[in-house]
Protein backbone atom coordinates (compact mmCIF):
# COMPACT_ATOMS: atom_id res chain seq x y z
CA UNK A 1 0.00 0.00 0.00
CA UNK A 2 1.47 3.45 -0.80
CA UNK A 3 1.83 6.33 1.63
CA UNK A 4 -1.50 8.48 -0.03
CA UNK A 5 -3.31 5.17 0.06
CA UNK A 6 -2.06 4.57 3.71
CA UNK A 7 -3.37 8.04 4.18
CA UNK A 8 -6.39 7.92 2.62
CA UNK A 9 -7.75 4.41 4.17
CA UNK A 10 -6.66 5.83 7.84
CA UNK A 11 -9.02 8.99 7.46
CA UNK A 12 -11.71 7.04 5.78
CA UNK A 13 -11.33 5.12 9.02
CA UNK A 14 -11.51 8.39 11.55
CA UNK A 15 -7.68 8.15 12.64
CA UNK A 16 -7.19 11.75 11.46
CA UNK A 17 -3.85 11.95 12.67
CA UNK A 18 -1.87 9.49 11.22
CA UNK A 19 -3.36 10.28 7.74
CA UNK A 20 -2.25 13.82 8.50
CA UNK A 21 1.00 12.60 9.07
CA UNK A 22 0.77 10.40 5.97
CA UNK A 23 -0.42 13.51 3.74
CA UNK A 24 2.91 15.25 5.22
CA UNK A 25 5.48 12.53 4.24
CA UNK A 26 3.86 12.03 0.44
CA UNK A 27 3.90 16.17 0.28
CA UNK A 28 7.53 16.05 1.15
CA UNK A 29 8.24 13.97 -1.17
CA UNK A 30 6.49 16.19 -4.20
CA UNK A 31 3.08 14.58 -4.26
CA UNK A 32 0.49 17.44 -4.88
CA UNK A 33 -2.16 16.10 -4.28
CA UNK A 34 -1.46 15.21 -0.61
CA UNK A 35 -0.60 18.54 -0.64
CA UNK A 36 -4.29 19.46 -1.47
CA UNK A 37 -5.53 17.03 0.82
CA UNK A 38 -3.37 18.83 3.82
CA UNK A 39 -5.30 22.26 2.89
CA UNK A 40 -8.90 20.75 3.01
CA UNK A 41 -7.64 18.80 6.40
CA UNK A 42 -6.86 22.10 8.26
CA UNK A 43 -9.98 24.29 6.19
CA UNK A 44 -12.17 21.43 6.86
CA UNK A 45 -10.81 20.92 10.70
CA UNK A 46 -11.96 17.44 10.84
CA UNK A 47 -9.36 15.77 13.70
CA UNK A 48 -7.91 18.92 14.22
CA UNK A 49 -8.43 22.88 14.72
CA UNK A 50 -9.45 24.71 11.98
CA UNK A 51 -6.85 27.02 10.68
CA UNK A 52 -6.91 28.31 7.26
CA UNK A 53 -3.86 30.04 7.32
CA UNK A 54 -2.33 26.23 7.28
CA UNK A 55 -4.70 25.70 4.26
CA UNK A 56 -3.64 28.64 2.47
CA UNK A 57 -0.25 27.44 2.78
CA UNK A 58 -0.77 23.98 1.67
CA UNK A 59 -3.63 25.02 -1.24
CA UNK A 60 -0.63 27.56 -2.35
CA UNK A 61 2.34 25.00 -2.96
CA UNK A 62 -0.31 22.94 -4.83
CA UNK A 63 -2.08 25.39 -7.08
CA UNK A 64 1.71 26.86 -7.94
CA UNK A 65 2.08 23.39 -9.32
CA UNK A 66 -0.96 23.06 -11.13
CA UNK A 67 -3.02 21.65 -9.04
CA UNK A 68 -6.79 22.66 -10.09
CA UNK A 69 -8.88 21.80 -6.90
CA UNK A 70 -6.52 23.85 -5.10
CA UNK A 71 -6.40 26.82 -6.80
CA UNK A 72 -10.27 27.19 -6.53
CA UNK A 73 -9.71 26.97 -3.02
CA UNK A 74 -7.42 29.71 -2.58
CA UNK A 75 -10.31 31.95 -4.51
CA UNK A 76 -12.55 30.94 -1.46
CA UNK A 77 -10.40 31.43 0.67
CA UNK A 78 -9.54 35.27 -0.47
CA UNK A 79 -13.09 35.90 -1.85
CA UNK A 80 -14.11 35.04 1.83
CA UNK A 81 -11.61 36.25 3.72
CA UNK A 82 -10.62 33.16 5.46
CA UNK A 83 -7.52 33.56 7.72
CA UNK A 84 -6.20 36.30 5.56
CA UNK A 85 -7.67 40.06 4.49
CA UNK A 86 -10.54 39.53 1.51
CA UNK A 87 -9.18 40.34 -1.44
CA UNK A 88 -11.32 40.07 -4.48
CA UNK A 89 -9.04 40.43 -6.97
CA UNK A 90 -6.33 37.96 -5.63
CA UNK A 91 -9.74 35.56 -6.08
CA UNK A 92 -10.58 36.44 -9.18
CA UNK A 93 -7.22 35.19 -10.18
CA UNK A 94 -7.39 31.93 -8.86
CA UNK A 95 -10.74 31.35 -9.87
CA UNK A 96 -9.48 32.51 -12.99
CA UNK A 97 -6.60 29.74 -13.63
CA UNK A 98 -9.20 27.17 -12.31
CA UNK A 99 -11.85 27.74 -14.62
CA UNK A 100 -9.80 28.07 -17.79
CA UNK A 101 -9.42 24.49 -17.23
CA UNK A 102 -12.81 24.02 -17.09
CA UNK A 103 -13.48 23.69 -13.36
CA UNK A 104 -17.10 24.08 -12.90
CA UNK A 105 -17.77 26.20 -9.51
CA UNK A 106 -14.64 27.82 -10.53
CA UNK A 107 -16.40 29.12 -14.00
CA UNK A 108 -19.72 30.07 -11.73
CA UNK A 109 -18.01 31.91 -8.95
CA UNK A 110 -15.96 33.76 -11.58
CA UNK A 111 -19.28 34.57 -13.20
CA UNK A 112 -20.78 36.10 -10.13
CA UNK A 113 -17.78 38.54 -9.96
CA UNK A 114 -17.96 39.56 -13.71
CA UNK A 115 -21.54 39.58 -13.22
CA UNK A 116 -21.29 42.40 -9.96
CA UNK A 117 -17.63 43.95 -11.06
CA UNK A 118 -16.35 42.71 -8.22
CA UNK A 119 -12.26 42.03 -8.24
CA UNK A 120 -13.05 42.42 -12.00
CA UNK A 121 -14.44 44.63 -14.42
CA UNK A 122 -18.32 43.80 -15.15
CA UNK A 123 -18.69 42.30 -18.05
CA UNK A 124 -21.98 40.67 -18.51
CA UNK A 125 -21.01 38.87 -21.26
CA UNK A 126 -18.77 36.95 -19.69
CA UNK A 127 -20.59 36.55 -16.73
CA UNK A 128 -23.40 35.10 -19.23
CA UNK A 129 -20.59 32.77 -20.83
CA UNK A 130 -19.46 31.52 -17.96
CA UNK A 131 -22.83 30.53 -15.91
CA UNK A 132 -23.66 29.04 -19.34
CA UNK A 133 -20.93 26.72 -19.45
CA UNK A 134 -21.55 25.76 -15.97
CA UNK A 135 -24.90 25.17 -16.25
CA UNK A 136 -24.60 22.91 -19.57
CA UNK A 137 -22.77 20.76 -16.66
CA UNK A 138 -25.11 20.35 -14.97
CA UNK A 139 -24.26 23.00 -12.11
CA UNK A 140 -27.82 23.87 -10.54
CA UNK A 141 -25.99 27.37 -8.87
CA UNK A 142 -24.98 28.77 -11.85
CA UNK A 143 -28.59 28.11 -13.57
CA UNK A 144 -30.33 29.88 -11.26
CA UNK A 145 -27.88 32.60 -11.46
CA UNK A 146 -28.22 32.99 -15.39
CA UNK A 147 -32.15 32.57 -14.80
CA UNK A 148 -31.98 35.57 -12.56
CA UNK A 149 -29.82 37.53 -15.67
CA UNK A 150 -32.74 36.40 -17.63
CA UNK A 151 -35.70 36.95 -15.95
CA UNK A 152 -34.49 40.46 -15.04
CA UNK A 153 -32.72 41.22 -18.10
CA UNK A 154 -29.10 42.30 -17.18
CA UNK A 155 -26.76 41.54 -19.32
CA UNK A 156 -29.63 40.02 -21.66
CA UNK A 157 -32.85 40.49 -23.37
CA UNK A 158 -35.34 40.19 -20.48
CA UNK A 159 -36.80 36.39 -21.13
CA UNK A 160 -39.22 35.40 -18.22
CA UNK A 161 -39.71 32.19 -20.61
CA UNK A 162 -35.85 31.29 -20.56
CA UNK A 163 -35.56 31.94 -16.82
CA UNK A 164 -38.44 29.62 -16.36
CA UNK A 165 -36.25 27.34 -17.78
CA UNK A 166 -33.63 27.46 -15.77
CA UNK A 167 -35.42 27.91 -12.50
CA UNK A 168 -36.96 24.25 -13.54
CA UNK A 169 -33.51 22.78 -13.94
CA UNK A 170 -32.04 23.92 -10.85
CA UNK A 171 -35.28 23.75 -8.89
CA UNK A 172 -35.63 20.00 -9.54
CA UNK A 173 -32.66 19.74 -7.76
CA UNK A 174 -34.01 21.19 -4.81
CA UNK A 175 -32.29 24.65 -4.95
CA UNK A 176 -34.79 26.73 -2.62
CA UNK A 177 -34.81 30.25 -4.06
CA UNK A 178 -34.75 28.78 -7.62
CA UNK A 179 -37.94 26.93 -6.33
CA UNK A 180 -39.12 30.28 -5.12
CA UNK A 181 -38.45 32.19 -8.05
CA UNK A 182 -40.36 29.32 -10.30
CA UNK A 183 -43.66 29.39 -7.46
CA UNK A 184 -43.34 32.96 -8.49
CA UNK A 185 -43.91 32.61 -12.58
CA UNK A 186 -46.15 30.16 -11.93
CA UNK A 187 -48.46 31.93 -9.79
CA UNK A 188 -48.73 34.81 -11.79
CA UNK A 189 -48.50 32.83 -15.05
CA UNK A 190 -45.33 34.84 -16.04
CA UNK A 191 -43.01 33.13 -18.48
CA UNK A 192 -45.17 30.15 -18.81
CA UNK A 193 -49.18 28.77 -17.86
CA UNK A 194 -50.36 30.09 -14.81
CA UNK A 195 -50.43 26.54 -12.12
CA UNK A 196 -51.64 27.92 -8.75
CA UNK A 197 -51.28 24.16 -7.45
CA UNK A 198 -47.57 23.76 -8.69
CA UNK A 199 -46.49 27.20 -7.46
CA UNK A 200 -48.07 26.87 -3.75
CA UNK A 201 -46.51 23.46 -3.53
CA UNK A 202 -42.75 24.79 -4.61
CA UNK A 203 -43.28 27.62 -2.26
CA UNK A 204 -44.08 25.28 0.23
CA UNK A 205 -41.01 23.00 -0.62
CA UNK A 206 -38.52 26.23 -0.78
CA UNK A 207 -39.97 27.64 2.78
CA UNK A 208 -39.34 23.64 4.14
CA UNK A 209 -35.68 24.33 3.92
CA UNK A 210 -35.84 28.27 5.45
CA UNK A 211 -35.70 30.29 2.44
CA UNK A 212 -37.10 33.41 4.05
CA UNK A 213 -38.52 35.22 1.39
CA UNK A 214 -40.96 31.76 0.55
CA UNK A 215 -41.73 31.72 3.97
CA UNK A 216 -43.02 35.62 4.03
CA UNK A 217 -44.90 34.83 0.82
CA UNK A 218 -46.57 31.73 2.00
CA UNK A 219 -47.62 33.47 5.22
CA UNK A 220 -49.17 36.98 3.02
CA UNK A 221 -51.15 34.14 1.04
CA UNK A 222 -52.20 32.16 4.03
CA UNK A 223 -53.47 35.46 5.77
CA UNK A 224 -55.08 36.50 2.47
CA UNK A 225 -57.17 33.16 2.61
CA UNK A 226 -57.86 33.68 6.30
CA UNK A 227 -59.14 37.17 5.41
CA UNK A 228 -61.15 35.78 2.60
CA UNK A 229 -62.67 33.25 3.99
CA UNK A 230 -64.16 35.65 6.88
Keep these: MSIMENANAQFESGNYQAAKESWRQAAEDGDVEAEFLLGQFYSQGEGVKKDYQRAHDHFMK ?63 ARAVELYSAAAQAGYVVAAFNLGVMWENGVGLPKDEAKAAQLYEMASAAGLAPAQFNLAVLLLSGTGMEQDMERGLKLLEAAAAQGHEPAVNSLATLQQADTETSD
Design 62 to 124: AANSGHTESEYSLGVLYGIGLGMDEDVPEAAYWYTRAADKQHVPAMCNLAGLYERGEGVTQDF
